[in-house]
């Protein structure tokens, strides 16, 4: 796929969804591009950052009032955190 038809193809995605959920350990152009593109069409974007000694979640994501973010240790934590959030938010 060409660049061009990846970008139409992601953001139709981001159109069409209910709720984005974004692992955001590791910095990323293109996840910081989607999730300040989710925010601006007013979805709800949940945001999961894996606690690392050293590593510092990004100020703009950590900043944002368009997401929620939260922290985990282990897969079972960030998993929680989805549960939660979807409960809280949707009633499941």
Do not use: H, Q
Request: aromatic share 14%; net charge positive.
């Amino acid at each position: 796929m060409s660049e061009e038809e990846i970008y139409d193809r992601d953001i139709k995605w981001l159109k069409s969804a209910d709720v984005v959920v974004a692992e955001v350990s590791n910095p990323s152009f293109g996840v910081g591009y989607e999730i300040a593109k989710t925010g601006s069409l007013g979805k709800k974007v949940l945001c999961l950052y894996k606690i690392k000694k050293d590593k510092f979640l990004s100020a703009m994501i950590a900043g944002s009032f368009a997401v929620e973010v939260r922290k985990y240790s282990k897969l079972d934590g960030a998993l929680k955190n989805i549960d939660n959030f979807f409960e809280r938010e949707f009633g499941f």
